[in-house]
């Protein structure tokens, strides 16, 4: 079993920052690719971020610029490092990760909580 446990969600002026983290423990193998999604409320789930095994990474075009995603393999934790922070930038930020429990396994898809993220104008 597996857990994704999300930190550094809060509220922050415009203009402000944060940084997320997320710590995979369980029976773990390897991790492949981490992400960072938001849903805002009536909005679906968007990728903000992902970052690959090997540490190449991708951005959603609203926040390139102003977000970086990086991670720590011997940690098992994925950051997100949110600067410059808009109102529109308000969601719940949630992480998943490609995770394999044995050698030759196939990978499974797993989320985090979530944590919440309030911008304020």
């Known amino acids: 079993q597996v857990q994704l446990v999300e930190s550094g969600g809060g509220l922050v002026q415009a203009g402000g920052s944060l940084r997320l983290s997320c710590a995979a423990s369980?029976?773990?193998?390897?991790?492949?690719?981490m992400g960072w999604y938001r849903q805002a409320p009536g909005k679906q789930r968007e990728l903000v971020a992902a970052?690959?095994?090997?540490?190449?990474?991708n951005y959603a075009d609203s926040v390139k610029g102003r977000f970086t995603i990086s991670r720590d393999n011997a940690k098992n934790t994925v950051y997100l490092q949110m600067n410059s922070l808009k109102p529109e930038d308000t969601a719940v930020y949630y992480c998943n990760a490609g995770i394999q429990f044995m050698p030759l396994q196939p990978s499974g898809d797993y989320w985090g909580q979530g944590t919440q993220v309030t911008v304020s104008s």
């Open positions: 369980g029976n773990i193998f390897s991790i492949g690719g």
């Open positions: 970052i690959t095994s090997g540490s190449s990474t």
